[in-house]
T-cell receptor, first 111, second 114 residues
Framework: GENVEQHPSTLSVQEGDSAVIKCTYS??????FPWYKQELGKRPQLIID?????GEKKDQRIAVTLNKTAKHFSLHITETQPEDSAVYFC??????????FGKGTKLSVKP | EPEVTQTPSHQVTQMGQEVILRCVPI?????FYWYRQILGQKVEFLVS????????KSEIFDDQFSVERPDGSNFTLKIRSTKLEDSAMYFC????????????FGQGTRLTVV
């Protein structure tokens, strides 16, 4: 089955800097890669996703890149703000939609 | 905006007791999921449900677990004999038709087994 590895487990940046979180996946059949933001005690919220037929996707300060050959995908947050502080999870999934999550990255943005 | 709703928000139960966690998915969605998240850990897939049957389940989803869609609107997760290690946040999620991608998560039920 699918296995998703995520790095780093914690990330601390200064406000205004960029943050990059990386994930790898094992199952070449996975074709959908969402990123979720989870604030303490709340549900995971989808922030951006990418399908395997696309190499890059951007939404304002957030971008995701996918390298199918290497089975890598990354989340890039530019101009970070304190409200970006949260735990971010990557996930991989197939056509049935069940997602296998990475272990999460705790992002702290210091003002 | 439509959302997935879960009840109760917090359930405390004695070890060995049965619990039922309830979810109302978004009304026109076709795919339903349960995930769990032990405190401070990652979100783990339990089971997916489509066309009134389980389509996939993880190793966590053993004989103690079952799911049901009893009336076309509710989607329930039953744990027959709870163990201490079942304590976690349980999230229900739903997704639209084939080819749609985004899964919408409920706010979760925190299960505490004592």
């Amino acid at each position: 089955g699918e296995n998703v590895e995520q790095h780093p487990s914690t990330l601390s940046v200064q406000e205004g800097d960029s943050a990059v979180i990386k994930c790898t996946y094992s199952d070449s059949a996975s074709n959908y890669f969402p990123w979720y933001k989870q604030e303490l005690g709340k549900r995971p919220q989808l922030i951006i996703d990418i399908r395997s037929n696309v190499g890059e996707k951007k939404d304002q300060r957030i971008a995701v890149t996918l390298n199918k050959t290497a089975k890598h995908f990354s989340l890039h947050i530019t101009e970070t703000q304190p409200e970006d502080s949260a735990v971010y999870f990557c996930a991989g999934g197939g056509s049935q939609g069940n997602l296998i999550f990475g272990k999460g990255t705790k992002l702290s943005v210091k003002p | 905006e439509p959302e997935v709703t879960q009840t109760p928000s917090h359930q405390v139960t004695q070890m060995g007791q049965e619990v039922i966690l309830r979810c109302v998915p978004i009304s026109n969605h076709l795919y339903f999921y349960w995930y769990r998240q032990i405190l401070g850990q990652k979100v783990e897939f339990l089971v997916s449900f489509y066309n009134n049957e389980i389509s996939e389940k993880s190793e966590i989803f053993d004989d103690q677990f079952s799911v049901e869609r009893p009336d076309g609107s509710n989607f329930t997760l039953k744990i027959r004999s709870t163990k201490l290690e079942d304590s976690a946040m349980y999230f229900c999620a739903s997704k639209g038709e084939q080819g749609s991608t985004e899964a919408f998560f409920g706010q979760g039920t925190r299960l505490t087994v004592v």
